[in-house]
């Protein structure tokens, strides 16, 4: 087995392989689209890893937020629009999205007087721009859960025909 690299700031592909206990050479054979001197040269930060190329990282290595770390700081559209998620504990993820739910059923009545008019003022703007950012904060605890699902799929704790069946019918079981 090859020797694990010492550099100190490897990237999120760097780290992935290496977690995964893959040499360039296994990881190659792994992706079968990507060349062991083209791993390097992603890991090594020479180039930026092309949308497809990062699609097959994700699913080969089973690691869903690969695409999300991509987009959100790689691409030039998703660094303006997609928030980086991080993976958190279920729990975690579940309570940070009943806070912030918590609080818009607050704020939902002062949205209602905000926009009932169709116009923002700007006494309104300050309480506008606060629920803006909890509804972010909503949106966000949403794409955790769906990169941690996305995840547990991948790695095989939840099965993904019963996942796809529940989610065809709703979610009723």
Same mark, same amino acid.
């Given at each position: 087995?090859?020797?694990?690299?010492?550099?100190?700031?490897?990237?999120?592909?760097?780290?992935?392989?290496?977690?995964?206990?893959?040499?360039?050479?296994?990881?190659?054979?792994?992706?079968?689209?990507?060349?062991?001197?083209?791993?390097?040269k992603i890991e090594n930060?020479?180039?930026?890893?092309?949308?497809?190329?990062?699609?097959?990282?994700?699913?080969?290595?089973?690691?869903?937020?690969?695409?999300?770390?991509?987009?959100?700081?790689?691409?030039?559209?998703?660094?303006?629009?997609?928030?980086?998620?991080? =993976?958190?504990?279920?729990?975690? !993820?579940?309570?940070?999205? %009943? &806070?912030?739910?918590?609080?818009? #059923?607050?704020?939902? +009545? @002062?949205?209602?007087? =905000?926009?009932?008019?169709?116009? !923002?003022?700007?006494?309104? %703007? &300050?309480?506008?721009?606060?629920? #803006?950012?909890?509804? +972010? @904060?909503?949106?966000?605890?949403?794409?955790?859960?769906?990169?941690?699902?996305?995840?547990?799929?991948?790695?095989?704790?939840?099965?993904?025909?019963?996942? @796809?069946?529940?989610?065809?019918?709703?979610?009723?079981?």
């Amino acid at each position: 087995m090859a020797r694990a690299s010492t550099k100190a700031n490897k990237n999120i592909y760097h780290t992935t392989r290496e977690h995964l206990g893959l040499t360039r050479e296994e990881a190659s054979d792994l992706l079968e689209t990507l060349s062991p001197e083209r791993i390097e040269k992603i890991e090594n930060e020479r180039t930026l890893p092309h949308p497809d190329e990062v699609l097959t990282m994700a699913e080969k290595y089973k690691q869903p937020g690969l695409c999300n770390y991509y987009c959100a700081n790689q691409c030039p559209i998703g660094q303006q629009y997609v928030p980086e998620v991080k =993976i958190k504990d279920l729990s975690q !993820i579940i309570l940070e999205m %009943l &806070a912030s739910l918590n609080s818009m #059923q607050k704020k939902k +009545e @002062r949205l209602i007087e =905000i926009t009932v008019d169709g116009e !923002i003022t700007g006494d309104e %703007l &300050a309480d506008f721009i606060y629920i #803006q950012q909890e509804l +972010e @904060r909503i949106s966000i605890a949403v794409e955790t859960l769906q990169l941690w699902s996305e995840r547990m799929i991948a790695t095989g704790k939840i099965n993904p025909e019963q996942y @796809r069946a529940c989610m065809e019918a709703g979610g009723k079981g």
